[in-house]
């Protein structure tokens, strides 16, 4: 879910940053969105269950101290 500046702003395929008009696709964010608008308690999903522990989980991967009731 969390990646680095990079990885979202700078394009693979030719190694430059993205400028305006580029198009940037990101197909993890698109996917995280499509679980949530498909959710039957988005809210649920989001704050609780099983992405509030992806979250929380990458975050701590990541060397920081966090819980999911943080969020």
């Known amino acids: 879910m969390f990646c680095n500046s990079r990885e979202i702003f ?3 395929a030719t190694g430059r940053v993205y400028e305006e008009g580029d198009i940037m696709k990101r197909e993890r964010y ?3 969105l499509q ?3 498909n959710a039957t ?4 999903l989001f ?5 509030a522990q992806t ?3 990458e ?4 060397g920081k101290k966090y819980v999911t009731r943080s969020l």
């Open 35 to 37: 679980l949530i608008a």
């Open 47 to 51: 704050y609780k269950g099983g992405m």
């Open 59 to 62: 975050i701590t991967e990541n």
């Open 41 to 44: 308690d988005p809210v649920e």
């Open 10 to 12: 700078v394009d693979r």
């Open 55 to 57: 979250i929380a989980g």
């Open 30 to 32: 698109g996917f995280t």
